[in-house]
């Protein structure tokens, strides 16, 4: 069992930056690969970034590649997404979650059915 309690959302004007945070609870986090997805009023949930259990592999929308960086800390159950030149675009709530199925594999995973656990999501909301 994995939960996850997601923080560091807010407003901020186009240009500026936010980072997420993503704490997880429970022995698995560490062999867990995780991902980032958010959602927009209106549209269906949609994959941001994902990470694999070591932190070696990471992954990217086209839409943020460039722009937000994706990390973990294994030893503090925690993974982040900071977020830079963030766009009217980017206002969405974001997700963290968890996909515990393939413990120790060294992929990553962008699907919205490969995940297992989820947390609460955080608000980010950018100005024009």
């Known amino acids: 069992q994995v939960q996850l309690v997601e923080s560091g959302g807010g407003l901020v004007q186009a240009g500026g930056s936010l980072r997420l945070s993503c704490a997880a609870s429970?022995?698995?986090?560490?062999?867990?690969?995780m991902g980032w997805f958010r959602q927009a009023p209106g549209k269906e949930r949609e994959f941001v970034a994902a990470?694999?259990?070591?932190?070696?592999?990471?992954y990217y929308a086209d839409s943020v590649k460039g722009r937000f960086t994706i990390s973990r800390d294994n030893a503090e159950n925690t993974v982040a997404l900071q977020m830079n030149s963030l766009k009217p675009e980017d206002t969405a709530v974001y997700y963290c979650?968890?996909?515990?199925?393939?413990?120790?594999?060294?992929?990553?995973?962008?699907?919205?059915?490969?995940?297992?656990?989820w947390g609460q999501g955080t608000q980010v909301t950018v100005s024009s």
């Open positions: 990470i694999n259990w070591s932190g070696g592999r990471t």
């Open positions: 979650a968890a996909s515990l199925r393939w413990p120790y594999s060294p992929n990553y995973h962008t699907r919205l059915d490969e995940y297992d656990y």
């Open positions: 429970g022995r698995t986090f560490s062999s867990a690969s």
